[in-house]
């Protein structure tokens, strides 16, 4: 059979209604989708509809209404998968659990439908090795809540096919993600990997006790990632010179990569050269004071918004 349109799917299997399952089931709810959920724990529903509860103000807010689907909390993987045109997968993060949960969903689906795993950094060639049609195996990594923060990284392994991934962008796309697509797996992925960068720092600055704990926090939720929150860091440092990224690395290069103490990483011409044009792709054509304007309107509603919200420490 032919895989159905990424628009067109009304009926998808969650394999675990954990947060994140739980989570993910709330969204597809209330995009007004056939939801069928399995998780091998006897309090399964339970925490499903704990989970629908909890995200029930955030959808409202997004127009959304879990109430608009229908849910259905199965006994097997069999059932859940039965007549699904899309799998998340979303158990407990460990590797051979994975593996065996991948393997009986692999066999409980239709083979032209795409399975993802939410998985927060396990290669998916790996977790994908004892499925017999890998080709149709990705990583669809969500950040926590999925019915709330838009990304999801998209990673396929080495025999995961193109097709997949393709369809995979299209679909979360459809569900209203702001979906990303990895060029190659790697450990952590992409979002993971910089989280982990500024952990280690957090560390790092504890260790050698240069501020207190709820400084350090301050100085990302009151500082750059209000910024980041807008326009993303490689934007940001476009912005923090006026002509832009090309010379906010000649001038600003050497100071930042030696204010850490997890080794320099120099950039060779051709890395610079993509750097600088992304950057310049993201501006798409606005100029230093118009990225700036729309900096400032969403900073000052953020603002206005942590305030109201008794979040301004």
């Not at 097997?76 to 065996?100: H, M, P, Y």
């Not at 992304?278 to 309107?297: K, N, T, V």
Request: charged residues 25%.
């Amino acid at each position: 059979m032919a895989r159905p349109d990424a628009d067109k799917v009304r009926r998808v299997g969650i394999i675990g209604s954990g947060l994140i399952g739980a989570s993910w089931t709330a969204l597809f709810l209330g995009q007004g989708m056939e939801v069928a959920t399995y998780d091998e724990r006897d309090d399964a529903e339970a925490r499903v509809r704990e989970g629908i509860d909890r995200a029930g103000p955030a959808l409202a807010q997004q127009g959304l209404d879990a109430s608009r689907g229908t849910l259905i909390v199965c006994d097997t993987i069999d059932e859940a998968c039965d007549g699904a045109g899309f799998v998340q997968e979303s158990v407990f993060e460990n590797l051979a659990v994975k593996r065996e949960i991948l393997k009986q969903v692999d066999a409980a689906t239709a083979p032209e439908v795409v399975i993802a795993s939410s998985s927060s950094g396990l290669l998916p060639s790996s977790i994908a090795k004892l499925c017999a049609r890998p080709e149709r195996i990705l990583v669809g990594h969500p950040f926590n809540p999925p019915y709330l923060i838009p990304l999801v990284e998209v990673v396929g392994g080495e025999k995961t096919d193109s097709r997949a991934m393709d369809w995979a962008m299209e679909f979360y796309a459809a569900v209203g993600k702001r979906p990303i697509r990895c060029k190659k797996e790697v450990p952590g992925y992409v979002a993971n990997r910089l989280q982990s960068a500024v952990f280690r720092e957090i560390m790092h600055l504890i260790k050698e006790d240069v501020a207190s704990v709820e400084d350090i926090d301050r100085s990302i939720s009151h500082g750059p990632g209000l910024r980041w929150a807008v326009q993303g860091p490689v934007l940001t440092f476009h912005q923090a010179h006026d002509k832009g990224m090309a010379a906010f690395i000649k001038n600003f290069e050497p100071e930042i990569t030696a204010w850490t103490d997890a080794g320099r990483i120099a950039l060779e011409e051709e890395q610079r050269a993509r750097l600088i044009a992304g950057a310049e792709a993201l501006a798409e054509g606005r100029s230093h004071r118009e990225l700036a304007a729309i900096r400032d309107a969403v900073v000052l509603a953020t603002l206005a918004a942590k305030d109201e919200n008794d979040g301004n420490e």
